[in-house]
């Protein structure tokens, strides 16, 4: 497959593999053309396409197959039981019109509302897959300039933390509310919003997929794969670029994400490439239902990602992120390697309606729905760090959380950092470091206040 607008990555392709899964739901090949398909880049395809999925759905099961082509569409939804082959050769293209996404309820960004559906979407379905090495492509950047008009509007208002709510723009890929499913191939690029979002969820496979959004522009909020308050997802051998957050994981924001109150938990990731993005690994920003149980391993950041591991949260998001682990990570020319910033962003995260409006939005609302500080302040405890190898990095360690509910129980392994300078640690307890090196210009190790029990980093140069 050519992939164009790579730019100049200094980490190798990951390799394609096979897409014949084990347990693939038997039936027949239903071809896409005998519902009226054509394939032209021409004709609007949707209902085409929808219907050769619906008949697989009604016989029990069976995989739908597209002939080489440029299929523009709107969105779609495969069933339970269906196969979605997107096969090589086959470009599955996003209609620009709004109105080809019809609203449904959902989740956006932490809190439940209505939003339009992605190009494709496994909604409240089981046993369902979308595989092949073809290209789905969601032409965004119509979308991309709507959000950046509406911000030049809404920001000198003091409504920037509104506008991601607002600008509504279709997802690539939405599996919500279900069971069983397998996401494997394509090529994924020019997501109008998120690319890959997986929300209330179980039993979920993303592999083998190549995510490409800087094409023709940066969209905003176009991050890579979302892990949404879901329970048993592994995302493996995956190869992105993307314009915000490469892998995210999350679980509900502010008022809203508490009353749901649905954690995050059980979630690998394994031997990826972030080529691109504001950040390679992220937990948060919507911490309310909290996080547990998630091994991050053989992941590869390179330059000019600015931002490695990162942790973010508000106060009044709330949640406890534990039993976290990241190792054998390398890092390439990254700015920052280990960020926790728990009060991020504030502008976006604490949403005040101005004065004067009188009848805000009901998604307004529940944004602006104050949250008592005992419940707001996020806690992170249990992370483990290992086999962290980062070189070219300008600072080690940004990390700082709140004097009531400090970084707690954090333990580093075998790290290995050149960088520019090793940064600074505040409100920390019981943090635990061995066989573990940063070198640094002035051969000083981190800031180290308001914390206890940091014990075990030398500076120094790098061991053998």
């Not at 494709?120 to 965004?140: F, H, M, P, S």
């Not at 009531?404 to 392994?413: G, K, Q, Y």
Request: proline share 6%; net charge neutral; glycine share 10%.
């Amino acid at each position: 497959m050519l992939v164009t607008g790579l730019g100049t990555a200094l980490l190798p392709m990951l390799p394609r593999r096979a897409f014949a899964w084990e347990g693939a739901t038997p039936g027949s090949i239903i071809e896409a053309a005998d519902y009226g398909t054509v394939g032209d880049g021409e004709a609007i395809e949707t209902a085409g396409i929808q219907r050769a999925i619906d008949a697989a759905h009604l016989a029990g099961g069976g995989t739908v197959r597209l002939k080489p082509g440029l299929y523009r569409s709107g969105a779609l939804f495969v069933k339970s039981g269906v196969t979605l082959e997107v096969g090589r050769g086959v470009t599955l293209r996003g209609v620009q019109d709004l109105a080809a996404y019809p609203l449904l309820p959902t989740r956006v960004a932490g809190i439940e509302m209505l939003w339009p559906a992605a190009l494709l979407n496994v909604y409240r379905q089981k046993n369902a897959r979308i595989i092949g090495e073809g290209t789905v492509d969601g032409d965004g950047k119509p979308f991309w300039d709507s959000y950046w008009r509406l911000r030049r509007d809404y920001d000198p208002k003091g409504l920037r933390w509104a506008a991601d709510y607002d600008c509504r723009r279709p997802r690539l890929i939405q599996i919500f509310e279900s069971e069983d499913v397998r996401l494997s191939g394509p090529l994924l690029t020019r997501s109008g919003f998120w690319t890959v979002h997986i929300c209330y969820s179980r039993d979920v496979d993303v592999s083998d997929v190549i995510i490409r959004n800087n094409v023709g522009g940066r969209g905003p909020s176009t991050d890579g794969i979302d892990v949404d308050s879901s329970d048993g997802v592994r995302i493996a051998r995956c190869d992105i670029s993307v314009n915000d957050d490469a892998i995210c994981i999350k679980a509900g924001r502010d008022s809203d994400g508490l009353r749901v109150d649905r954690p995050c938990r059980n979630v690998t990731v394994r031997d990826c490439v972030v080529r691109d993005a504001l950040a390679g690994m992220t937990f948060g920003s919507e911490t309310s239902g909290g996080f547990s149980d998630i091994d991050v391993a053989g992941l590869r950041i390179d330059y000019p990602v600015p931002l490695g591991i990162f942790f973010k949260s508000g106060s009044s998001r709330g949640g406890t992120i534990r039993e976290i682990r990241l190792r054998d990570i390398a890092l390439q020319d990254v700015a920052t390697v280990l960020r926790v910033n728990l009060d991020w962003y504030p502008l976006y995260s604490y949403a005040k309606i101005p004065a004067g409006i009188a009848d805000p939005p009901p998604h307004w609302r529940t944004l602006a729905t104050p949250v008592p500080r005992a419940r707001g302040i996020p806690r992170i405890k249990g992370v483990r760090i290992e086999d962290v190898r980062a070189v070219g990095a300008k600072i080690g360690f940004e990390a700082a959380a709140y004097a009531e509910a400090p970084l707690e129980d954090f333990v580093f392994s075998r790290l290995r950092w050149d960088v520019r300078e090793a940064g600074s640690i505040a409100n920390a307890r019981n943090w635990r470091f061995t066989d573990s090196v940063i070198d640094t210009l002035d051969g000083k190790g981190p800031r180290v206040t308001a914390s206890t029990d940091v014990i075990g980093l030398r500076p120094g140069p790098p061991a053998p």
